[in-house]
């Protein structure tokens, strides 16, 4: 995830930095949970606050990081989907069984999710300003790998707008917090 002070900064002009912190990390606490009631037993955050702050790097250096450890496969989820449950983490483990490399695309064609076998099987294109799961899809298959694209939408409503904090707090009860400002 971004570092605490530059999350959410597309939401800057309804919600205030320390608004953008608390639901980033709200978002992020939902995530790691998920993860967690997911039977996901392993998990590190990559973040811009102990990273170099561009986000291909620290996601780069993460999966080296874990490769060295010895783990053969890399589940990367972006920190901001607030909708994902355990049935889309079932669903991206499952479709790793058909191709070394899954992307959960989101609304926007950006990417949400990676799974990678080996965690560095691929070099990572987020923040491009080009939709990254096709950049990703395209490297994929640069090194003879079809991937296989995921669309959920738990994996695909991320929060990045002040139309998609509206959907948040309109939709979702643990946000409603947030409704002052939506």
Known sequence: MKSADLAKSRLAGVLDAA???ALARQM???????????????VRVASGDTGAG????????AARLVRDEGATQLLLLMADLPYVDRAD???????????AVV??????????ALLLRPPTVLDFA??????SAARHAERARAIGIEPIVVRRPGL???IDTPAD??????DHPAYRVFRHVA
């Open 165 to 170: 904090l509206t959907a948040l707090v309109s």
């Open 54 to 61: 561009d986000l291909n790097r620290d996601v780069s250096a």
């Open 89 to 99: 983490i079932a669903a991206l483990i499952e479709a790793g069984s058909d191709s």
């Open 28 to 42: 992020l606490d939902h995530v790691l949970t998920t993860l967690q009631e997911a039977g996901i037993d392993k």
């Open 156 to 158: 695909a409503r991320d």
């Open 19 to 21: 608004g953008r912190r």
């Open 103 to 112: 992307i959960a695309e989101a609304k926007d064609g950006g990417t949400n």
């Open 126 to 131: 987020f923040a491009t300003h080009a939709p």
